[in-house]
């Protein structure tokens, strides 16, 4: 264990990602969430140098549980992307030993007193005191009395919380207005997590830092945007919550806007918290009300023998949207997501316009097979990565033959170290005090604002049915464009 130490102690960090030593009071500790996603992504930052043995974390659950049994259940999920097992192992018993178990029901006053003890002991303006409500949004409120009632809403406290916050405007307010009677808007931090993907962040530097594409990126050289978030899973275990919510409020009013929101955006005037999110809000601010004719909502085949009840809840929607600003004026946004689809992935694919003249068309025509527009993808997930799409001259005598060729930044080939998850970067942020990449109130409310009367006009239609294993429904919302979808995999030649 103390060569182990020594060796941690010994990698280098970059100043830019040094953390300071911080407590996390993980609420909901025992949850699925935090034993899939929050525990393995600070226990690989232990094993990257950037979590010390300064931290300290607080499992917090209604179940009592061993330090044991969390270990047997939290492993899975950590091990098997790590390389050296073995000192992996002796990692991960060190970071259990930083680790108190705390049982107590959230719901009784004064439940806090024990952690209050423990955190309070070690208290001070420059220790960050990170409560992370890992828990259902209903249970929000009395989360927060409880902290406030056990006086650990310290100046230097912060509160994390995830998706869903409401299923509309009216009670994300409501749910908002609770968080901020004990704590004030700066800390604060509405977790999403595709805003902490390495592709995400990569969008951001491909348009602001290069000169080459921000001067293209407007409706004089953009034809459209397509957004796609598609997965081959079905609701699964998440049957009852989803049935109730569904695609629009699962997946477009926070993920699939908040990548338009990063696409569409103006540039800040500097990279941080408060420009960042205002240029953010903007967008949200000039989408266009969805108009019939704008939108598809489809169902997967054997959905309802899944939640055990007849549903017209959509698990694909489709949309077109418009953004009435300068900058985007007439540039339609594709947007789609759905469940039980054939591919899973995340991409982005902004589609320039043709060339406003062919001077290799033969006769006034030009080939079809050449007239393929440039295209720039982005990868969010997986297999991170940027391409563009150009058009080459095919090798060899014989007149000027056009071809489709790309540029390929592939993330995992580029970059030999392990790409961090989404949830590393986001919780590191929290610890760091930076709220860059996560959303403030006016922007939830904005997209609730959006996206309340497109559920309306869901409620009124029945969802087309279509095959697992498809992209989805046919839909008309490109056709009768006279475009299509590009669909993941397939945006070399442009075949569907």
Known sequence: ?????????????????????????????TGDLSIR??????????????????????????????AEDFRAKLEPHCLPNIKSKGDAAISMSLFIDLISFIELDINKPNAMEKLASLVLAKANQDRPVIFYLSIA?????AACQRISEANLALPQSRLVVEKPLGHDRISSQAIND?????????????????????????????????????????????????????ETVGVGSRSQYYDQYGAVRDMVQNHLLQLLCLVAMEPPARFNADQVRNEKLRVLQALRPIAQGNFVFGQYQDYTSEVAAQSHTETYVALRVWLDN????????????GKKMKTRASEIVITFKKRPHDIFAKNGVTDSSQDIPNRLIIRVQPDEGL?????????????????PSELNLDFHETFSERLPDAYERLLMDVARG??????????????????????????????????????????ELLSKDGRFWIDPKDEVHGFS
């Open 387 to 403: 391409r563009l799409l150009l058009t080459s001259k095919e090798p060899g005598p014989g007149g000027m033959r056009l071809f």
């Open 178 to 230: 609770e968080l901020l009677k004990v704590f004030n808007e700066t800390q604060i931090y509405r977790i999403d997590h595709y805003l902490g993907k390495e592709t995400v962040q990569n969008l951001m530097a491909l348009r602001f830092a290069n000169v080459i594409f921000e001067a293209l990126w407007n409706n004089g050289h953009i034809d459209n945007v397509q957004i796609t978030v598609s």
């Open 37 to 66: 996603k929050i525990f393995p992504a600070l226990f690989l930052r232990y094993l990257a140098g950037q979590v010390t043995d300064d931290f300290r974390f607080f499992v917090v659950g209604r179940r009592k549980i061993s």
């Open 137 to 141: 949004s209903s249970l929000f409120s």
């Open 434 to 475: 930076n709220q860059t990449l996560f959303m403030r109130v006016d922007e939830v409310l904005a997209a609730w604002e959006f996206i309340d009367p497109l559920v309306k006009m869901r409620a009124d239609s029945i969802p087309i049915l279509y095959r697992a294993g498809t992209m989805g429904p046919s839909d």
């Open 1 to 29: 264990m103390i060569e182990e130490k020594k060796l941690r102690e010994s990698e280098t960090l970059p100043l830019s990602a040094s953390v300071p030593a911080s407590d996390y009071v993980i609420i909901g500790g």
């Open 326 to 337: 300068w900058r985007w004026a007439g540039v339609p946004f594709y947007i789609r997501t």
